[in-house]
C-alpha cells in the first residue's frame, strides 16, 4: 500500500541546476522518470500539486503541468479530474523496482496466544498520553526542545523519585535516577558500568533471563552464569558457590515462575553482596499489577548501597514508549551518566516530561487502577475456566503479573502438545525452554493472559485440556 500523504504538498526530492545547460522541464521529467522506474516513488503514490511543487522548485506552474502531462502521456503517472495526481501502478512495477510489499501475515494463533511479556495493547492510554503530549507542548519553555540532561529531565526524575519511594519505597533522590530507554538500556548501561569496575561475571536466574539479557552481560565482557529458582526465589546459596559479583534478579515477581523472593532469602541476598563487595540488579518486574498478597517494597528501599534497581512503563503503558529507569548508588552515578551520554546524549525530552505530566495529574494511577481490574478478570477467567476444564491441574505464580504457571501431568511432552495447540490455533509457550542448567520440576506451561482476551482464555483453556485428554485419555486433567 502507498503511504497516502495528507496536505497538498508532500515533499519531493527534485534539484534544479539553473546553470547546467539542460532545460528546467527535461530535468524535472527526467528526475520524475528515474524515481518512479527505481521505485522511490511508489505505484498509487500521490505527487505534489503542480502549485505546490512549483512553489517548492521556484519554477512557473504551467511548466509543472505540462511535465506532468507528458508523464501522464507516456503511462507514468494517472489523474482523474478533481483528483491529485498519482503514480500510475502499472509504471512502477518495473522489473528493478523493489519487490511488492508482502501481504499481511495471517493471524497466528485464531483461537488463542497466550504469550507474555506484553500488556494489553487495547489498554495502552491512548486518550491519556495525546492529552499530555499536548499538554507539554503547550506548556513547556522553548528550552524543553533543546538537548536535555543526558541522565533525564529533572523534573521527571523528581517526579519518578517521589514515585517510587511512594509505591515501591524505594531510598533515593532524584539525582539518582537515571531515565533510560526501557529496562533494556538500563540493564546495558549498569553492565558496561560494572564490567569497567572489574566485574566480570554476572549471576541469573534459572529459569530466567531471556537471550536478549544474557546477551547483554556478553556484549559486556561479562560471563553469564545461571543460578536456580526455587519455591522462595534465587537459590542464594547456589549463588554463593559462583564467582559472580553481580547478580540480575526479579524479586517481586519472579520470571517466569512468578515466585515472590522470600523474606529470607532477601536478606541473605543483602548479605551476600555486602561481603562479596557485589552488586544486586534488581528488575522491579510486574510490580504494578499485584493481586491478592500484600504489595513488597523494592529490595533497593533495602540496601541502597549495594542495589541498583531497573523499572520500566513497558507493562503499565505500553512497551512502545521505550521509557524506563535505574536508581544507583551514588558510586556508580558518574560513569552511568557518561555511559548515557554516549549511547544516546539522552532519552527523547519531550516524552520524559509528559510521562511526568501523566504521573503528576493522577491519570497514570488511573490507569493503572484501570489495568489491574481488567487482568485481575482475566486471571479469575483463566482459574475458573481451568477449574471447569482442566480441575487437576495445579496453577502457580498467580501472585502478580501477567501470566501463571500451568503444571501439567507428569509425562506430557511440552513440545509436542504446543506443536498440536498450535495447529488448532492456539498459542503456547512451555517452561523447559527457559532453563538453562537448572531442570523443571515436570511439564509445564507458562500462560500469558495480558494480551489475551477474556473470551479467548476460555476457548484456549478449553483446547488445552482436549489435547491433554486426547493425549493421554486416562489422566486426570
Ligand atoms: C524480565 C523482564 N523485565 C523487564 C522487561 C521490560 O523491558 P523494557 O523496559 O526494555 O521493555 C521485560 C520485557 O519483556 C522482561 O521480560
Not at 548501597?305 to 544507583?328: E, F, M, N, Y
Request: aromatic share 4%; proline share 7%; hydrophobic share 45%.
Amino acid at each position: 500500500m502507498p503511504v497516502e500523504w495528507a496536505g497538498s504538498g508532500p515533499e519531493l526530492l527534485v534539484t534544479i541546476d539553473r546553470h547546467c545547460g539542460a532545460g528546467l522541464r527535461s530535468q524535472l521529467e527526467d528526475q520524475m522518470r528515474d524515481a518512479i522506474r527505481c521505485g522511490r516513488l511508489a505505484g498509487g503514490e500521490r505527487l505534489p500539486s503542480s502549485r505546490e511543487l512549483a512553489r517548492a522548485l521556484g519554477l512557473s506552474r504551467g511548466l509543472v503541468q505540462d511535465c506532468y502531462a507528458q508523464l501522464q502521456a507516456e503511462g507514468y503517472l494517472t489523474s482523474r479530474p478533481g483528483s491529485a495526481t498519482r503514480v500510475a501502478t502499472a509504471a512502477a512495477a518495473r522489473p528493478d523496482a523493489p519487490p511488492p510489499a508482502a501481504p499481511p501475515a495471517p493471524a497466528r494463533h485464531a483461537v488463542a496466544d497466550f504469550r507474555h511479556g506484553v500488556p494489553d495493547l487495547r489498554l495502552a492510554p491512548r486518550e491519556d498520553w495525546a492529552w499530555a503530549i499536548r499538554e507539554v507542548c503547550r506548556t513547556a519553555p522553548n528550552s524543553a526542545f533543546d538537548y536535555g540532561d543526558p541522565i533525564g529531565e529533572p523534573r521527571l526524575r523528581e517526579v519518578l523519585a517521589a514515585y517510587l519511594r511512594r509505591v515501591r519505597a524505594v531510598a533515593a533522590g532524584a539525582d539518582q535516577v537515571v531515565v533510560c530507554t526501557g529496562m533494556a538500556q538500563a540493564l546495558g548501561l549498569v553492565l558496561r558500568v560494572l564490567a569497567a569496575d572489574g566485574i566480570d561475571a554476572l549471576a541469573f536466574e534459572d529459569p530466567g533471563a531471556g537471550v536478549s539479557t544474557t546477551g547483554q552481560a556478553v556484549a559486556a565482557g561479562m560471563a553469564a552464569v545461571p543460578v536456580p529458582v526455587d519455591a522462595d526465589g534465587l537459590d542464594v546459596a547456589a549463588l554463593e558457590r559462583t564467582p559472580a559479583r553481580a547478580v540480575l534478579v526479579t524479586p517481586a515477581h519472579q520470571w517466569p515462575t512468578g515466585v515472590v523472593l522470600a523474606g529470607h532469602r532477601r536478606q541473605e541476598l543483602i548479605a551476600w553482596a555486602r561481603r562479596r563487595g557485589g552488586v544486586i540488579i534488581e528488575d522491579d518486574y510486574d510490580a504494578e499489577f499485584r493481586y491478592d498478597r500484600d504489595p513488597v517494597g523494592s529490595l533497593q528501599g533495602l540496601a541502597p548501597d549495594c542495589v541498583v534497581s531497573l523499572g520500566t512503563v513497558s507493562k503499565a503503558l505500553a512497551p512502545a514508549l521505550r521509557l524506563g529507569w535505574l536508581i544507583a548508588p551514588e558510586r556508580l552515578l558518574g560513569p552511568l551518566a557518561r555511559g548515557k551520554l554516549i549511547a544516546d546524549r539522552g532519552s527523547p525530552g519531550l516524552d520524559q516530561l509528559a510521562l511526568a505530566t501523566l504521573i503528576e495529574s493522577g491519570r497514570y494511577d488511573r490507569h493503572l487502577r484501570r489495568a489491574r481490574t481488567e487482568y485481575a478478570a482475566r486471571r479469575e477467567t483463566l482459574l475458573a475456566a481451568l477449574a471447569v476444564h482442566a480441575p487437576a491441574l495445579r496453577v502457580t505464580g498467580l501472585a502478580a503479573g501477567f501470566h501463571a504457571i500451568l503444571h501439567l501431568p507428569a509425562g506430557t511432552d511440552e513440545d509436542e502438545l504446543i506443536e498440536q495447540a498450535r495447529r488448532r490455533g492456539v498459542g503456547l509457550y512451555g517452561m523447559a525452554r527457559m532453563h538453562r542448567v537448572a531442570r523443571p520440576a515436570g511439564p509445564q506451561l507458562v500462560l500469558g493472559f495480558g494480551d489475551t482476551p477474556k473470551r479467548a482464555i476460555e476457548a484456549g483453556v478449553a483446547a488445552i485440556a482436549g489435547l491433554l485428554r486426547e493425549a493421554s485419555p486416562l489422566h486426570d486433567t
